[in-house]
């Protein structure tokens, strides 16, 4: 075998390792602007539609490693209470393709002046490809690896809250509920889905009247795997431009950047470098997102109370998610 078929092979490897302990939701790093893609309850969050695209290339130079895309859509009601959302993600790892599909529904209500909780649900369906003729596979003691294919549907239903006003947030949420007893025998051999919890949140302080401090983090948990923490420090200045770092507990240091291109475009850039033992084997991993607001503008929170002449306030109010 080839050292790059042994590449590939390790993939593989790796890809039924994390399957059969169930941690198949990708990873992102930019996860503060990409909250909807695992979250229901974000969608009626949001003041105005938004899209996002997002592009994600891990461990670059070896062979077979993970690659994810993900378009998302989220879309508040004219009675600001409810919001939809749409997301497609495709995550390919070595000769396995998984496209998650799911539409969202979310309601919100207010908890206090200031605070608004959300409550989401999402149902939709993966789409599982292994082709195992891709790379040369061949074990006697393997027969999934001779050559063989596996395109099934799976159905998934999801759930999340949402807890959040103009300067902080937090959410809780579970991607998936059905993941015991819908695999048949062949695939159980590689895939045996647990629940994942995502539990998110960040805070905004404004430093001065140009630079702002945006602190983040992301958990995720699953039952008999250790727990995957994600901290970030990002500086908003002028309302433009985004710099900052991230740290993967035990897995990566990251760099980050953003750029405020208009009112109503956004993209932002991040370099993962591995501390594990992954790191010498590779050049690190890039992850890219595009964000379009519609409508009223760059999706900021606007104040609508009213100020001592009678006349509604537009002042902007930081936007970190």
């Not at 807890?163 to 993941?179: E, V």
């Amino acid at each position: 075998m080839g050292k790059s078929n042994r590449l590939y092979f390790c993939i593989l490897l790796l890809f039924a390792t994390i399957s059969v302990f169930g941690q198949k939701e990708p990873q992102y790093t930019q996860y503060m602007y990409n909250i909807g893609s695992f979250n229901p309850a974000y969608s009626a969050s949001v003041d105005n539609a938004e899209i996002a695209g997002l592009y994600r290339a891990q461990w670059i130079d070896i062979e077979g490693a993970p690659r994810t895309m993900r378009f998302g859509v989220n879309i508040p009601m004219s009675n600001e209470k409810n919001g939809l959302g749409f997301n497609v993600v495709n995550d390919q790892l070595g000769p396995s393709s998984q496209t998650f599909v799911d539409i969202a529904y979310a309601y919100q209500v207010q908890v206090s002046d200031d605070a608004k909780l959300s409550f989401g649900i999402d149902a939709g369906g993966s789409f599982l490809n292994v082709d195992f003729s891709k790379g040369d596979f061949e074990n006697p003691n393997e027969p999934l690896l001779n050559g063989s294919t596996i395109n099934n549907f799976y159905p998934t239903i999801g759930a999340g809250a949402f807890l959040y006003a103009d300067n902080w947030y937090t959410g809780l949420s579970i991607p998936n509920f059905l993941t015991s007893g819908i695999y048949n025998e062949e695939v159980a051999t590689i895939v045996d889905d647990k629940m994942q919890f995502n539990f998110i949140g960040g805070y905004v302080f404004e430093l001065s009247n140009n630079v702002k401090l945006k602190p983040a983090f992301l958990l995720n948990y699953v039952n008999g795997l250790p727990l995957n923490i994600n901290v970030s420090s990002n500086f908003l200045i002028s309302d433009v431009f985004t710099v900052g770092a991230s740290y993967r507990v035990d897995n990566a240091v990251s760099g980050l950047a953003g750029f405020q291109v208009s009112s109503g475009t956004f993209v932002g850039y991040s370099y993962d470098y591995n501390t594990n033992g992954l790191g010498q084997y590779n050049s690190g991993s890039h992850e890219i997102i595009l964000k379009f607001y519609l409508g009223k503008g760059d999706g900021t929170k606007r104040d609508k109370d009213k100020n001592a002449k009678g006349k509604p306030k537009q002042i902007d109010t930081p936007r970190f998610f």
